[in-house]
T-cell receptor
Framework: DGGITQSPKYLFRKEGQNVTLSCEQN?????MYWYRQDPGQGLRLIYY???????QKGDIAEGYSVSREKKESFPLTVTSAQKNPTAFYLC??????????FGPGTRLLVL | GENVEQHPSTLSVQEGDSAVIKCTYS??????FPWYKQELGKRPQLIID?????GEKKDQRIAVTLNKTAKHFSLHITETQPEDSAVYFC???????????FGSGTRLQVQP
């Protein structure tokens, strides 16, 4: 957990604006994940990446985009196509032993 | 993909009582079963996990049991304390995607 950082802690998006959420890990983990959590709900998988320069869509990828240019970084962009972006966004990583460790999260709010 | 069902959605117990949360899954190839605890506004934290080569694992007041034949596993918390109040999630690997599929969560409230 301590090796995964997310920024910012809070993010405000105006209508029609793209915003990017940062996720960095220094655990040397190969795989990284983005989840969305709505109030009182579970975690839904947005995108995941098993190795550098490769990523796959999860269950709710529409309106989001990612990149994985470096092993330690997996930024998530919430595009203007995502009409209901208000949620708690969690980044996670794993070394391949299946145990996932989460970052502290970013809370995205719409102005 | 993997399908995970978690029950109950809410659970209220008196301090000192035991709490049990159950999850069922669909993929018989799954071999890793973690439980996460999430306090309000915080990240999920791994509290215990079990692999399919054992039927039970304990760590102080928490334990996880696994029934691979019936495809369900349970979290047991004994001697509950107010600080155990949180949302608990089970998860199962989606072996096709190498990602975890999470249950819908159980909100546990321990009444002092």
């Amino acid at each position: 957990d301590g090796g995964i950082t997310q920024s910012p802690k809070y993010l405000f998006r105006k209508e029609g604006q793209n915003v990017t959420l940062s996720c960095e890990q220094n655990l040397n983990h190969d795989a990284m994940y983005w989840y969305r959590q709505d109030p009182g709900q579970g975690l839904r998988l947005i995108y995941y990446s098993q190795i550098v320069n490769d990523f796959q869509k999860g269950d709710i990828a529409e309106g989001y985009s990612v990149s994985r240019e470096k092993k330690e970084s997996f930024p998530l962009t919430v595009t203007s196509a995502q009409k209901n972006p208000t949620a708690f966004y969690l980044c996670a990583s794993t070394s391949g032993e299946e145990t996932q460790y989460f970052g502290p999260g970013t809370r995205l709010l719409v102005l | 993909g993997e399908n995970v069902e978690q029950h109950p959605s809410t659970l209220s117990v008196q301090e000192g009582d035991s709490a049990v949360i159950k999850c069922t899954y669909s993929d018989s190839a799954s071999n890793y079963f973690p439980w996460y605890k999430q306090e309000l506004g915080k990240r999920p934290q791994l509290i215990i996990d079990i692999r399919s080569n054992v039927g039970e694992k304990k760590d102080q007041r928490i334990a996880v049991t696994l029934n691979k034949t019936a495809k369900h596993f349970s979290l047991h918390i004994t001697e509950t304390q107010p600080e155990d109040s949180a949302v608990y999630f089970c998860a199962v690997p989606d072996t096709g995607r190498r990602a975890l599929t999470f249950g819908s969560g159980t909100r546990l409230q321990v009444q002092p």
